[in-house]
């Protein structure tokens, strides 16, 4: 049995389709139908279901593709701690947020590759935190930042990093009286524009906004961030979005960012990775830096524009 064939099977189960996995692998489509068909007669079990296009894994398929994942993240695992012994570490990071939370990742990568000047960094910036969860148990990233909740499997570590708040952006006339915080309610009669509602951030604030007893419309529903700044950008809509990402657009010329109270949320985010035994070196030395980094004090300092007004 070689790596290489496990990769073919790994490649294979996340495509679902001959021809891209063969792709991904850089490797003829024929080669890698033969040696996954080494591996079925090599272990005895049919793996793949066969007809005129791909149909899927076999029951024994789904099995071995468990241990696949894991045996090429143990291989990768012993690769970087042999390399880490000899000349530092080394390799490629892979970290997965959400979208709400990408913002704040550079606060973790900045001081990473400053430690690990041989290490590149990959950040995959719109997942949904459930996506993050399923990727760390499949050995597809090293990390995520997502939201930390009680029913985060005891198969996770997770670092606390900050509490995500919320700010209201509006044109300046349209600032609730002007006032240095604005209500849910307040919010909820403006012309919004929001993250899309299969996404958590948008989970988040319409829990928040029932807790207040009123329901948003939304004029414009997005499910980049980017996006929504671009939107409010404009002037024609006012944007629920978080604190963090003032540090990364700043406030519009024309804006104002006020801190939304009645009630006031905050929703914890942090860093998570998976319990394994030996560790990823990649991982933990990502930890180290997540344990040893203020990230909160970073985000509380906010621009020193006369829109913004500091939350309390």
């Not at 891209?20 to 890698?32: E, G, I, W």
């Not at 960094?121 to 949904?128: C, W």
Request: aromatic share 6%; glycine share 8%; with cysteine.
């Amino acid at each position: 049995m070689l790596f290489r064939q496990l990769e073919y099977l790994v490649a294979l189960s996340r495509e679902r389709h001959f021809a891209r996995a063969a792709q991904a692998c850089h490797v003829s489509q024929p080669a890698l139908s033969e040696a996954i068909r080494k591996l079925e007669d090599e272990l005895g079990v049919p793996l793949v279901l066969r007809g005129r296009r791909y149909e899927g894994l076999t029951p024994e398929g789904e099995r071995i593709v468990v241990w696949a994942q894991r045996l090429l993240a143990d291989r990768d695992a012993l690769k970087s701690e042999v390399g880490a012994l000899r000349t530092g570490l080394s390799g490629r990071m892979r970290i997965g947020s959400v979208p709400t939370a990408s913002g704040a990742v550079a606060l973790l990568t900045a001081p990473f590759c400053l430690a690990h000047p041989l290490v590149t960094v990959e950040v995959a910036a719109d997942l949904r935190s459930e996506d993050i969860l399923r990727q760390l148990r499949n050995f597809e990233i090293d990390a995520g930042v997502t939201y930390l909740h009680k029913g985060l499997a005891d198969h996770f570590r997770a670092v606390p990093m900050y509490e995500e708040r919320y700010v209201l952006l509006t044109g300046t006339a349209d600032a609730p009286g002007h006032r240095s915080t604005a209500t849910w309610a307040e919010a909820s009669r403006l012309p919004l524009c929001l993250l899309t509602e299969a996404m958590q951030g948008r989970q988040v604030l319409d829990e928040v906004f029932a807790e207040a007893g009123v329901r948003p419309s939304p004029r414009v529903e997005t499910d980049s961030v980017a996006a929504l700044f671009a939107h409010v950008r404009t002037g024609r809509w006012a944007g629920i979005v978080p604190h963090t990402w003032l540090h990364v657009f700043g406030v519009p010329h024309g804006m104002r960012a006020v801190p939304m109270t009645e009630p006031a949320r905050s929703v914890p985010v942090g860093l998570v990775t998976v319990v394994r035994e030996p560790e990823s070196v990649m991982a933990r030395a990502l930890r180290e830096v997540a344990g040893r980094t203020d990230v909160a004090a970073t985000l509380d300092r906010l621009p020193g524009d006369h829109g913004v007004t500091s939350p309390p």
